[in-house]
């Protein structure tokens, strides 16, 4: 019989990359509530870093590396098996954006957006990989987006790091069918971060418009709910799929984008 999608992850170690805000941030906290012990990623304030990873309760850590750097990367994974003894759940959620036409987009922000929206899943998860099928268990959540299964002009980078991370989540399910671990993606469409943020004040700078019509008519041009997802809710979409009820969900992309891609 298939237990209660509400998992008791206790005992369990979460490595959630760009956790210190946004979605990252509401993934770590779900993952905690149900008593993983979280490995804290990401940029920021180190006052607010401390106070987020100590309300998270059970062992912590915060590493700071740089999902650009493969090194720091495979450093974070093995200091997370060192000092907690494993890596069992992996969210790979760190992301930025840039917005502008293709032949206008500076070739470094290319670089970035895909070392950085991509490239980073590919180390993390070959590095935690091992030590997930040794154990028998394991939970790859990778962070897409709706621009995983569409596109939207101007964001060139974004639209190809995030398709490719859809097709990087196919394999490793496939490559891992036959083990307790298994890989899955979380489609989001508008969520209310930092990142959204930054569009929403450039459409309303541009338009000419308030802060609460940009954030309509950026809704109205995409997400048919116009409403915002939460990182909340994304972060109980993750504790889904860390689930036992969610074991032979494989190499799926669960859109939570209020209807988005149903277009
Ligand atoms: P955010 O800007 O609030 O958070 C991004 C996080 O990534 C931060 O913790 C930041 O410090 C970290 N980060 C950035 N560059 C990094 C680097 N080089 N190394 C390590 N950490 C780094 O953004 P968000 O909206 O919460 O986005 C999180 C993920 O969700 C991204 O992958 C984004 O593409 C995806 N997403 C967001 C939305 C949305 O509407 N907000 C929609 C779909 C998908």
Not at 204 to 212: D, L
Not at 226 to 242: H, N
């Amino acid at each position: 019989m298939v237990e209660s999608f509400r998992m008791n992850l206790k005992g369990k170690v979460a490595v959630v990359t760009g956790s210190t805000s946004g979605i990252g941030l509401g993934v770590a906290r779900a993952l905690a509530r149900e008593g993983a012990d979280i490995v804290l990623n990401g940029f920021g304030d180190a006052a607010e870093i401390e106070s987020a990873r100590k309300s998270f309760g059970g062992r912590t850590l915060y590493d700071p590396a740089d999902m650009s750097k493969p090194g720091e990367i495979s450093a974070m994974i093995a200091r997370a098996e060192k000092e907690l003894g494993s890596v069992d759940i992996l969210v790979n959620n760190a992301g930025i954006q840039h917005v502008a036409a293709v032949e206008d987009f500076p070739a470094e922000k290319w670089d970035q957006v895909l070392s950085i929206n991509l490239s980073s899943s590919f180390h993390t998860i070959r590095a935690a990989l091992p030590g997930m099928k040794k154990r028998g268990w394991g939970r790859i959540v990778n962070i897409a987006s709706a621009h995983g299964l569409v596109a939207s002009v101007g964001k060139a980078a974004y639209v190809a790091a995030k398709h490719g991370l859809i097709g990087l989540t196919k394999v490793v399910a496939l490559e891992t069918a036959a083990t307790g671990v298994t890989c899955n993606a979380i489609c989001p469409g508008w969520v209310l971060t930092p990142l959204v943020q930054k569009q929403i004040d450039a459409l309303a700078a541009r338009e000419k418009i308030s802060e609460e019509e940009a954030k309509k008519r950026l809704l109205a041009e995409k997400q048919p709910s116009l409403e915002f997802a939460t990182p909340e809710q994304i972060g109980g979409i993750a504790v889904f799929l860390c689930s036992e009820a969610a074991a032979q969900v494989r190499g799926s992309s669960i859109s939570v984008d209020g209807g988005w891609t149903a277009q």
